[in-house]
């Protein structure tokens, strides 16, 4: 005996064995016929959202999609929200850590100084005697305003850039081949600095001269837009979107790797947390290592309105740099400190953001 048509139910939806979405006789308000039971021995067919059936028949295009649409938008807005305030959190608590090393390293990249640690470290004390404990983390408010949007959409992008890779290559996000998983990270760090760029010129300014100079953000913006003109905002934007290309390929790149052969080699789906701190240090140090020559040259065009620099283009900055410094003094000045922040800040970063996802999701669950 055939069974009889069934309708969309709100009280017990049954899934999709492919994707766990809504089948395609529970859409809403059509009545579909459903498939024969299986005869004995036979093993039952898992039934497929519109989704999957709309590449297999074309006979779904006459079947209104509007309830199984707006599953699917819900489902993408709740993982987008959820990316962006998980990057938001970690991307603050990473950068409050070692604020005031990156405070110190800036100092340095952006002055003529010779960098050694007991000199950053004689500067950390001289400006906690001369200003106070909460100098170190003088610009940090910047810094907020910059990373919690900066980190928000950079996690956010690279999980909606996995997606699109993914379904290009027919790879879930976390399978992705090396390349295309290099790219979602490239671009991911890309669409975040061009969002938020004059931002990270604007604490840049703010770690690099004294109180009286620049009061607070908007002041830092007023007095920009007034002397030097509102271009000076993004003064400096070239190196940093050449230097982000491959800190953030590299640094997602390295995670997503760590973290597979880890799951292949380990047998356990999800590291612990210092494993992906870990991981995560290992992400921040090679992508800091391959861009930090550009890291100087961004620096020393963002502050050179106040530093005392001739402002010029990329190329004449770094053979400046090279000319007064050296190659290795000049390019790679305080990356011995880098090397000491950056893992720590990364780690935290990644560690954070993967640990809220996962809280995020049992919470919705």
């Given at each position: 005996m055939v069974p009889r048509p069934r309708r969309f139910?709100?009280?017990?939806?049954?899934?999709?064995?492919?994707?766990?979405?809504l089948p395609r006789s529970q859409q809403g308000g059509v009545t579909l016929a459903t498939t024969r039971p299986a005869a004995p021995g036979q093993a039952e067919k898992k039934s497929l959202c519109p989704g999957h059936c709309f590449k297999q028949s074309r006979r779904l295009l006459s079947l209104p999609m509007t309830v199984c649409s707006c599953v699917f938008l819900q489902s993408d807005h709740r993982q987008v929200l959820s990316s962006l305030l998980s990057g938001a959190l970690a991307g603050a608590l990473a950068k409050t850590a070692v604020a005031p090393l990156d405070r110190t390293k800036i100092i340095f990249q952006v002055s003529s100084k010779r960098f050694s640690a007991k000199e950053a470290f004689r500067l950390l004390y001289f400006t906690y005697l001369h200003e106070g404990f909460l100098s170190l983390w003088r610009g940090n408010s910047a810094t907020m305003v910059r990373v919690v949007p900066y980190a928000a959409i950079q996690f956010s992008a690279h999980e909606e850039y996995k997606r699109l890779l993914g379904s290009y290559y027919g790879f879930r996000g976390e399978a992705l081949p090396p390349w295309p998983r290099l790219l979602a990270g490239a671009l991911a760090g890309t669409t975040a600095a061009s969002l938020t760029y004059p931002l990270d010129?604007?604490?840049?300014?703010?770690?690099?001269?004294?109180?009286?100079?620049?009061?607070?953000?908007?002041?830092?913006?007023?007095r920009i837009s007034r002397e030097e003109?509102?271009?000076?905002?993004?003064?400096?934007?070239?190196?940093?979107v050449l230097g982000v290309i491959p800190y953030a390929g590299l640094s997602f790149f390295t995670y997503?790797?760590?973290?597979?052969?880890?799951?292949?080699?380990?047998?356990?789906?999800?590291?612990?947390?210092?494993e992906r701190m870990i991981f995560g240090a290992c992400a921040g140090l090679i992508g800091q290592s391959a861009s930090y020559p550009l890291d100087v040259v961004r620096r020393?065009?963002?502050?050179?309105?106040?530093?005392?620099?001739q402002?010029?283009?990329?190329?004449?900055?770094?053979?400046?740099?090279?000319?007064?410094?050296g190659v290795v003094r000049g390019l790679y000045k305080g990356l011995s400190m880098n090397w000491l922040k950056g893992p720590i800040a990364v780690g935290i970063s990644f560690t954070t953001f993967d640990l809220m996802q996962i809280l995020l999701r049992h919470l919705q669950s």
């Open positions: 139910s709100l009280c017990a939806p049954r899934l999709c064995g492919r994707c766990r979405s010129l604007v604490r840049a300014r703010m770690a690099v001269t004294p109180k009286e100079m620049y009061s607070n953000i908007f002041h830092v913006f007023i003109g509102l271009k000076t905002l993004y003064h400096g934007f070239v190196p940093t997503e790797t760590l973290k597979s052969l880890h799951r292949e080699y380990s047998g356990r789906p999800q590291p612990y947390p210092f020393r065009m963002q502050t050179a309105g106040v530093t005392g620099h402002r010029t283009s990329i190329v004449r900055t770094m053979r400046t740099i090279v000319r007064e410094e």
